[in-house]
Nanobody, 114 residues
Framework: QVQLRESGGGLVQAGGSLRLSCAAS????????MGWYRQAPGKQRELVAR???????NYGDSVKGRFTISRDNEKNTVHLQMNSLKPEDTAVYYC????????WGQGTQVTVSS
């Protein structure tokens, strides 16, 4: 059973930065994909960024050039560096791993004030 533990998030002013981290524990296959999704009130959950164990990345269009995803395969951790934050980035951010199915973290709130 795989579990995800998120940290980071909080309140920041527009233009500021935050860093989210997520650690995976349990039985994790060497080849997997980890990432972050977000969900704002009244909206569907959307992709923020994801990264394969080989380091290939893809980003949601709204965060390209501002957010950077990285991972440590030895520690089974994934990080999301968020720069130039905007009020529209406000959402609950969920860590995700695809390993014999989708596993989600509990979510962490990111609030960007204008």
């Amino acid at each position: 059973q795989v579990q995800l533990r998120e940290s980071g998030g909080g309140l920041v002013q527009a233009g500021g930065s935050l860093r989210l981290s997520c650690a995976a524990s349990g039985t994790i296959f060497r080849s997997n994909v980890m990432g972050w999704y977000r969900q704002a009130p009244g909206k569907q959950r959307e992709l923020v960024a994801r990264i394969t164990s080989g380091g290939n990345t893809n980003y949601g269009d709204s965060v390209k050039g501002r957010f950077t995803i990285s991972r440590d395969n030895e520690k089974n951790t994934v990080h999301l560096q968020m720069n130039s934050l905007k009020p529209e980035d406000t959402a609950v951010y969920y860590c995700w791993i695809s390993v014999a199915g989708d596993v989600w973290g509990q979510g962490t709130q990111v609030t960007v004030s204008s």
